[in-house]
């Protein structure tokens, strides 16, 4: 039903984009990584500590990385934008978000927050039921195998309602940002998008994540381009399905 291309009532309409232009997007953000090397650096390292250091404080560190990581995911993508018009990224693009669109950045972060917290009571409840009908034993001597054969469906429905979830942050803060949408209709379309292109995203998944251990290889020296390049392919792809 996802593949059809039936238009929807917003003002961009997502493509469906090939399975291998996934490598391509990875492609192209390096390409637009060579062009402004030094900005992109600086941007990405900046990015990667203000995140982790918000995951990192106690006690709301989790919760404060979740709902602020659009409104910065969003002045990535202006960065990235930018390049693309001819312009020369700026490390203070990264924080365009706050400036720009900040209350329907954070509407993002706090709809995705609100969506894992229910995948998470969702496994709750899953866990607990299969050990109330005993199908999964907290019995230590039971062997590992006995448990995860029993543990294995609740698992696969966990992944496929995140995946849901996360199908719907994927484009969203990109489309706040760029397009100028509201939250709710962002995560609508980015639902939409992800699925209608979830092999050219797959690719460029996998593609990404063996790139990202090659480049922890020497030294983690490697992250010094992997780390900017990943972060460039969201705009690339964003541009690919809805601006192309």
Do not use: H
Request: charged share 10%; glycine share 8%; hydrophobic share 60%.
């Amino acid at each position: 039903m996802l593949d059809q291309d039936n238009v929807i009532d917003v003002s961009v309409e997502p493509r469906k984009i090939p399975p291998m232009q996934g490598w391509q997007w990875i492609v192209n953000a390096f390409m637009l990584f060579k062009q402004a090397p030094t900005a992109w650096l600086g941007i990405s390292g900046v990015f990667i500590v203000l995140m982790l250091g918000m995951s990192m404080l106690p006690f709301v560190g989790s919760l404060l990385s979740t709902l602020l990581g659009p409104v910065f995911l969003g002045g990535v993508m202006f960065a990235a934008q930018k390049q693309a018009r001819g312009e020369t990224p700026q490390l203070s693009d990264l924080f365009a978000g706050f400036q720009l669109r900040f209350a329907e950045l954070l509407r993002v972060g706090v709809l995705y927050l609100f969506g894992t917290m229910l995948v998470m009571v969702l496994m709750a409840a899953l866990l607990a039921g299969a050990a109330f009908v005993g199908l999964i034993s907290l019995d230590k001597n039971l062997q590992a195998f006995e448990q995860m054969s029993a543990i294995w469906p609740v698992m696969i429905l966990v992944v496929l309602a995140f995946s849901v979830v996360y199908s719907t942050y994927f484009y969203a803060p990109t489309l706040v940002m760029l397009q100028g949408m509201k939250a709710s209709e962002a995560m609508k379309l980015s639902f939409l998008a992800f699925w209608r292109n979830w092999q050219p995203i797959l690719v460029m998944s996998v593609i990404g994540a063996v790139g990202l251990i090659l480049a922890m290889l020497p030294m983690f020296l490697g992250l010094l381009v992997a780390l900017p390049v990943a972060l460039i392919t969201s705009y690339v792809c964003y541009v690919d399905v809805f601006e192309a």
